[in-house]
Nanobody, 124 residues
Framework: QVHLVESGGGLVQAGGSLRLSCAASGRTFSTHAMGWLRQAPGKEREFVARIGWGGPATYYADSVKGRFTISRDNAKNTVYLQMNNLKPADTAVYYC?????????????????WGQGTQVTVSS
């Protein structure tokens, strides 16, 4: 079982930056691929970024490539999402998620554990 807690959301002007953090419980953090997904009002939840468990492999949605960076610190059981050049379209609740250990399926799926979400609001 993995318990995830996000932090770092808030209100920022367009063009600004935020860094989201997700702290995970347990001793198996390094075996879980980690992802960030988001849900805007009235829209379905969508994939944002993913980082693998066995190496530095990362994946990004086209809408955030070049602006967002996902990283992880296994010693701290924490995954980060650095968001730069934010746009009003990035406004959403951002969720941290973890796959089951050693998951090798699609980076778009496989998330078994979820945080409670953190609100990001980008004003124009």
């Amino acid at each position: 079982q993995v318990h995830l807690v996000e932090s770092g959301g808030g209100l920022v002007q367009a063009g600004g930056s935020l860094r989201l953090s997700c702290a995970a419980s347990g001793r198996t953090f390094s075996t879980h691929a980690m992802g960030w997904l988001r849900q805007a009002p009235g829209k379905e939840r969508e994939f944002v970024a993913r980082i693998g468990w066995g190496g530095p492999a990362t994946y990004y949605a086209d809408s955030v490539k070049g602006r967002f960076t996902i990283s992880r610190d296994n010693a701290k059981n924490t995954v980060y999402l650095q968001m730069n050049n934010l746009k009003p379209a990035d406004t959403a609740v951002y969720y941290c998620a973890a796959t089951s250990p050693y998951y090798t399926g699609s980076y778009l799926r496989g998330y078994d554990y979820w945080g409670q979400g953190t609100q990001v609001t980008v004003s124009s």
